[in-house]
């Protein structure tokens, strides 16, 4: 009896002792589970990576997982597309370079929250329609081009000029204060509400402290490289055609195809 007595106490000691480990064991197997991931889905070429904290350079590969602050290159006749965590597809290529600034996406109240930098080249970004709200952008130096749900592509050129060309939907195109301001930059946490073109009085360019448009579908707005951006305009759909679009076209259909 004596026996039996001790053995129960051992096994409601053990118990105890093994209760906040089998928790943290729960909470690992939790954070796991991110919805702060990016997945390649498609690869051509070559392309490499800088993560922060890691000063080796490293090669990425289809399946592989991006996350956020990563910084990504794509070399001469390369390609890559990234499928992002609210389901949205965005694809970069060749000769471009990237930094994914926030990759967040909240599955139980369907916000996210997505800002990709683009430092140079062409990117095509296929917009998951979404009831949660929160923000996708893509940033340049110069501007932010804020979407909910479209299809869109942005072109940086090495002089930090930069086109955005809209095919399906609205995309909300503003200009990026200048870092030289004394004043408090401003944040792009929350999507701005923007109704419309707004008019500027007189004949003259627009400061990129002041701009903001509203391009609509099979429109286009050119951002020189000081910040200034002309009125959006319609742009030819058959001129506008060549590998890249033609590629972009493609594989929205096939996924299209594969989610039907």
Same mark, same amino acid.
């Given at each position: ?157 090495? /002089? =930090? *000029?930069?086109?955005?060309?809209? #095919?399906?939907?609205? @995309?909300? %195109?503003? &200009?990026?204060?200048?870092? /030289? =301001? *004394?004043?408090?930059?401003?944040? #792009?946490?929350?999507? @701005?509400? %923007?109704? &419309? ?17 509203? %391009? ?45």
């Amino acid at each position: 009896m004596k026996y039996l007595f001790n053995r129960t106490v051992l096994i409601i000691l053990l118990l105890f002792i093994m209760v906040p480990y089998l928790s943290a064991e729960e909470n690992i197997v939790k954070v796991g589970i991110s919805s702060k991931k990016a997945k390649v889905t498609f690869l051509e070429g070559s392309v490499t990576l800088i993560r922060k904290g890691i000063e080796k350079v490293m090669t990425v590969s289809t399946g592989d997982y991006l996350i956020q602050g990563d910084r990504i290159n794509t070399e001469k006749d390369s390609k890559i597309e990234i499928r992002l965590p609210d389901k949205s597809f965005i694809r970069f290529g060749e000769e471009t370079s990237f930094e994914l600034e926030a990759v967040a996406y909240n599955q139980k109240t369907r916000k996210r929250n997505i800002n990709i930098n683009m430092i140079l080249g062409k990117t095509w970004a296929k917009v998951a329609k979404l009831f949660g709200g929160g923000r996708f952008d893509i940033s340049t130096k110069t501007a932010v081009a804020g979407v909910r749900g479209t299809v869109y592509r942005v072109n940086v050129n090495e /002089n =930090n *000029s930069a086109v955005v060309k809209v #095919y399906w939907g609205e @995309v909300a %195109v503003k &200009g990026k204060p200048s870092t /030289n =301001n *004394s004043g408090p930059e401003e944040s #792009y946490s929350n999507p @701005v509400q %923007v109704l &419309g073109p707004h008019p500027v009085a007189g004949p003259r360019q627009v400061s990129a402290e002041e701009w903001v448009y509203m %391009v609509k579908s099979l429109q286009q707005i050119n951002i020189s490289p000081d910040g200034k951006a002309e009125k959006p305009f319609n742009f030819d759909i058959e001129s506008d055609l060549n590998d890249w679009v033609r590629w972009n076209k493609l594989r929205d259909e096939q996924l299209k195809n594969e989610n039907d």
